[in-house]
């Protein structure tokens, strides 16, 4: 660690006249106002309100490494940045009971369940939980669970979440519904489990932490309608309760604006490949939307892939815009318009609650619904033009 980290004054007081320490804090009451102001942003969610980490290391304009050695009572950060820490965590509600000491060595081990490991979406959310974690001497395994056998389309590996009861695991964090749900909880013995980006419908039976779809799905079209788009279609709708919920917003956001009419729905799961045949339905005929709104952003990798055979060109003749907010997505060369789900703050909240059921936490289920934002990139950028004519693809023998 260097000395970076509890740099200031001659004695540990913030300089006045400077713009900022060398720990990255700004100046006193600018300190006070950041802390507010993340305090507000928590205070808005819907669900128990309460910091993580990275919450009270923003805050004060430090890194989330300096904050937990501040939290540890590490001898190289100076008293008056841990009294600093100390407050902005009581501040944020941040559990504080649950750090562990620097020295302490712990053996838990929590599991991860995931249908799948190639959406990018999952990759953001583990180092989110692997981060909060770390502050309680516990680390992750991150454990696919979907497995095809010819008697069931879709069923849940029960044998490997078994063996991980066998191995020791303290609990569960289990990403989006399962498939085969009821019989991987099953699985899951006695363990205690916490949902992450699960439907409304699980609220009740586990403590989850979701996203506030009505609030995503609403800033994708007051984004479109703002542009000018009218013609809106929605790929979505199947493969899971989050799905349906999600076009369940959409259609409520559209119906806001008057356009429920228009408000179409074509059915995908959150695959690339049907989502790219549910863009090449919408691409035909007489009535094509000229923006695309999908269930996720692999969805809308396969979208925009029907839309460059079909010869639309993206934004000027078709916007398409994703949700989640991946790095995939992100890349210059797709540059797509996305919702960022919050997946920092909904992997430490998630890791939180798992920690304190692990800890012996009795109570009620809780439910968070943590709100997006909108990440508006060249993929929506163009008003709409359905009078400007295709491009088809050109296909070389």
């Known amino acids: 660690m260097s000395n970076d980290a509890s740099s200031g004054t001659g004695d540990g007081r913030i300089d006045p006249h400077s713009d900022e320490t060398g720990d990255g804090i700004q100046r006193t009451d600018q300190v006070v106002e950041q802390t507010d102001r993340v305090a507000e942003e928590i205070d808005a969610e819907k669900g128990p309100a309460r910091g993580t980490l990275r919450d009270v290391a923003n805050s004060l304009g430090i890194s989330s490494a300096v904050a937990l050695r501040a939290l540890r009572d590490a001898d190289d950060i100076k008293p008056q940045m841990k009294e ?214 692999v969805s809308a990798m396969g979208v925009l892939s029907a839309a460059h055979d079909a010869g639309y060109e993206v934004p000027t003749r078709l916007a398409v815009a994703g949700y989640g907010n991946t790095s995939i997505g992100a890349t210059s060369f797709v540059d797509l318009t996305s919702v960022d789900p919050n997946s920092e703050r909904m992997g430490a909240l998630g890791a939180q609650f798992l920690v304190e059921r692990i800890g012996g936490l009795d109570g009620p289920a809780r439910d968070v619904a943590v709100a997006p934002s909108l990440v508006a990139r060249r993929s929506t950028s163009s008003s709409p033009r359905k009078d400007e004519p295709r491009r088809r693809r050109v296909h070389v023998e």
Request: hydrophobic residues 40%; charged residues 25%.
């Open 84 to 297: 600093r820490v100390r407050e902005a965590a009581e501040r944020l509600d941040y559990p504080v009971e649950e750090v562990s000491s620097e020295t302490a060595h712990s053996n838990g081990v929590v599991a991860v369940l995931v249908n799948t490991m190639r959406n990018t979406w999952i990759s953001d959310l583990v180092r989110s939980i692997r981060i909060e974690l770390a502050a309680t001497g516990r680390t992750a395994i991150v454990v696919p669970t979907r497995r095809r056998i010819p008697e069931y389309p879709v069923a849940a590996d029960t044998e490997a979440i078994s063996s991980l009861l066998d191995l020791g695991v303290d609990g569960f964090l289990m990403i989006s519904d399962l498939a085969d749900l009821e019989s991987a909880l099953e699985a899951t013995g006695d363990r205690p489990l916490v949902g992450l980006g699960s439907s409304r419908d699980r609220a009740g039976r586990f403590d989850t932490v979701r996203i506030d779809d009505e609030i995503g799905q609403g800033l994708l079209v007051d984004h479109l309608v703002s542009l000018g788009h009218t013609e809106i279609a929605h790929v979505g709708g199947v493969g899971s309760a989050v799905a349906r919920e999600r076009a369940d917003a959409f259609r409520a956001a559209m119906a806001r604006h008057g356009l429920e009419d228009s408000a179409r729905v074509e059915p995908g799961d959150f695959t690339e490949s049907v989502g790219e045949t549910a863009g090449s339905m919408l691409l035909r005929g007489s009535s094509v939307p000229t923006a695309i709104t999908c269930v996720n952003d």
